[in-house]
């Protein structure tokens, strides 16, 4: 069995508890490494691995929660805590990405020289290839189980690698030149890349949130079983999609033959969601019949202010 394979087994409750663990792990390295040599731009760094530490584990709470079935007052699940969890990591991020610009700020003002440089840029690149490793394999996982909490602190990892990636060279940079400006100005980077992704995380919870359209890719594999049904008897009109955190919905019209019995109807519908269930997981399929000559237009009328 391949690593993704086995990476795409495990469920996202546990990658989150080990998320968990290498933050604990990452922070002690970065901090030592910001300890050894009093570089801005590693504390900034390190700070960023408090987010994480604190988004793995709302992330995880937010994932028990989805996981909850449906009850009398939730009807139709939990599964969208899971943007929850990806809003909460998003405006984290932002705030962690003002206080790096502050001490970025502050040190520019007030320079100050580095010192052990090799031993702390060994800590972040090993504290680095212990994030990129778990993002990784959270992210085989993410996409398997279709999980937005998930995805959003895999996807931070990445960020996270990329910007001690960035530390390191400026780091080595100012090492090499001595040129101490350098400091502040690889963590200001370093705090306007982490403010994009911060934002960018804010803005797909929202849109979960909005109840936004499945992805052209689910769409597509919705329209090609509804075309293996069609014929000149039958057709489907009025498709609406929702994403619900690892839950998709669709609703549809299905015309037939107004003579065809109820059961023979019922037969078909049956039919048609089934293959839809089974072409797309985690799909859940509400389709409407009607004869072939009524048309069913539903409009949503703007309540008055």
């Given at each position: 069995?391949?690593?993704?394979?086995?990476?795409?087994?495990?469920?996202?409750?546990?990658?989150?508890?080990?998320?968990?663990?290498?933050?604990?792990?990452?922070?002690?390295?970065?901090?030592?490494?910001?300890?050894?040599?009093?570089?801005?731009?590693?504390l900034s760094d390190a700070m960023?691995?408090?987010?994480?530490?604190?988004?793995?584990?709302?992330?995880?709470?937010?994932?028990?929660?989805?996981?909850?079935?449906?009850?009398?007052?939730?009807?139709?699940?939990?599964?969208?805590?899971?943007?929850?969890?990806?809003?909460?990591?998003?405006?984290?991020?932002?705030?962690?990405?003002?206080?790096?610009?502050?001490?970025?700020?502050?040190?520019?003002?007030?320079?100050?020289?580095?010192e052990q440089v090799g031993a702390?840029?060994?800590?972040?690149?090993?504290?680095?290839?212990?994030?990129?490793?778990?993002?990784?394999?959270?992210?085989?996982?993410?996409?398997?189980?279709?999980?937005?909490?998930?995805?959003?602190?895999?996807?931070?990892?990445?960020?996270?690698?990329?910007?001690?990636?960035?530390?390191?060279?400026?780091?080595?940079?100012?090492?090499?030149?001595?040129?101490?400006?350098?400091?502040?100005?690889?963590?200001?980077?370093?705090?306007?890349?982490?403010?994009?992704?911060?934002?960018?995380?804010?803005?797909?919870?929202?849109?979960?949130?909005?109840?936004?359209?499945?992805?052209?890719?689910?769409?597509?594999?919705?329209?090609?079983?509804?075309?293996?049904?069609?014929?000149?008897?039958?057709?489907?009109?009025?498709?609406?999609?929702?994403?619900?955190?690892?839950r998709r919905f669709v609703d549809?019209?299905?015309?037939?033959?107004?003579?065809?019995?109820?059961?023979?109807?019922?037969?078909?519908?049956?039919?048609?969601?089934?293959?839809?269930?089974?072409?797309?997981?985690?799909?859940?399929?509400?389709?409407?019949?009607?004869?072939?000559?009524?048309?069913?237009?539903?409009?949503?009328?703007?309540?008055?202010?």
């Amino acid at each position: 069995m391949s690593l993704a394979v086995r990476a795409r087994a495990v469920p996202p409750g546990v990658w989150l508890r080990v998320s968990i663990g290498v933050a604990v792990l990452t922070i002690g390295l970065k901090t030592l490494a910001w300890w050894l040599t009093g570089s801005v731009g590693l504390l900034s760094d390190a700070m960023e691995s408090l987010v994480n530490l604190a988004s793995a584990a709302f992330a995880l709470l937010m994932v028990r929660v989805a996981a909850r079935p449906a009850d009398a007052e939730h009807p139709y699940g939990h599964h969208k805590a899971e943007y929850f969890s990806s809003f909460f990591e998003g405006l984290a991020i932002l705030v962690a990405a003002l206080a790096i610009l502050w001490a970025a700020a502050e040190r520019f003002l007030h320079p100050q020289g580095i010192e052990q440089v090799g031993a702390g840029l060994l800590l972040s690149v090993l504290s680095s290839a212990c994030n990129g490793a778990l993002a990784w394999g959270m992210l085989q996982s993410a996409r398997a189980h279709r999980s937005m909490a998930l995805e959003a602190d895999a996807r931070h990892l990445v960020t996270d690698v990329w910007t001690s990636a960035g530390v390191v060279v400026g780091i080595g940079l100012v090492a090499l030149t001595g040129w101490l400006w350098l400091d502040p100005v690889v963590a200001a980077a370093v705090a306007l890349n982490i403010l994009r992704e911060g934002w960018a995380l804010v803005w797909a919870s929202s849109q979960g949130l909005m109840d936004k359209r499945v992805d052209r890719h689910t769409l597509a594999e919705i329209e090609k079983v509804l075309q293996g049904f069609e014929h000149p008897a039958i057709r489907f009109d009025h498709v609406t999609t929702r994403r619900s955190g690892s839950r998709r919905f669709v609703d549809l019209h299905m015309h037939m033959p107004a003579e065809w019995t109820l059961r023979r109807a019922a037969a078909l519908r049956a039919s048609v969601e089934q293959a839809l269930m089974s072409a797309v997981p985690g799909l859940r399929a509400s389709i409407q019949l009607l004869p072939q000559d009524v048309e069913a237009h539903l409009l949503d009328e703007e309540d008055p202010l």
